[in-house]
């Protein structure tokens, strides 16, 4: 899907522009052009990033490979960007991932790229069309404004993440289980992942807020400063919640080990209850008892209400004493 905004030096909005009135108004360099390539096809957008807008080769081929980080590219009267647009999906196999979102930004135009459709560019498009005020203060702002949603969107992310830890450490001394330990990895493997995405999407915006570019207004440096500042403070949420998942499983090992200990603790305490019965049964139990014993006393009726006294007083005196030391 192609879908295309113009306004114009007086503020009219055109929507859903032609493939030549696309071509004139770039030719034009005036008003504000935003182009979004929502899953189109290769061919077509190439078509589009080199013929009418005049892209790098280079810079196409990065935009529609979708294998990079996020990253910023100055060729002179654009800029290229690449940033990452966050999901996260609890139940999963993968629960943390992100689609990448290419972007060209000019004077006079704003295109993107999404291989993958990225709720956030929707929402502004409907944003837009509430309130077409967005559009006033040219590409860069609305670059901004595109950016400012894509990084606020971590945060729900992040606090969910950091609701899932919270449970996990409720459960972990209620009920430890193979499923929790999955779980453990699964979100330490989401925090691992979007601490690579926050890191470069900081730099990124550093980089826009020192103004080394001749494409983003100077009173526009302190908006991109602020989205800097955001990643800055995601970013040491992201590292506590890291240390807190590495303690996370420390405590899990240590409860996994302590259960462990318990069921050996009580393995032993049945062993050691069972060990002299074993032996009465064992003596008793030897081929001393004929028709005509030569140690007839010993199969007298006192000797077995003796032995069948100290049978069932044994264990019942043993399981005092132990718990007496505290061993039970």
Known sequence: MIRSLYTNIAGKIEYDLSIERISSIVRSKSGLLWLDLVEEDIPACEVILKDIFGFHPLAVADALSQNHVPRVDDWGNYLYLVLHAPHFTPNSKEPFTTNEVDVFLGKYFLVTYQSVRVSVIDNLWKAIERDPRILQKGPDHLFYKLADDLVADYMPQVDEMDKIIDDIEDRIFEKPSQQLLEQIFLIKRSLAHLRRMIAPHREVFNKLARGDDQIIDKNDRVFFRDIYDHLVRLYDITESLRDLMGSVLDTYLSAINNRMNEIMKTLTI?????????????????NFFVPDPP????????VFYLVLFITISLPISMTLWMRKRKWM
């Open 270 to 286: 049945i062993t050691t209850l069972f060990m002299p019965l074993s032996f009465l049964s064992g003596f008793f139990g030897m």
């Open 295 to 302: 140690l007839a006393e010993w199969v007298s009726a006192p």
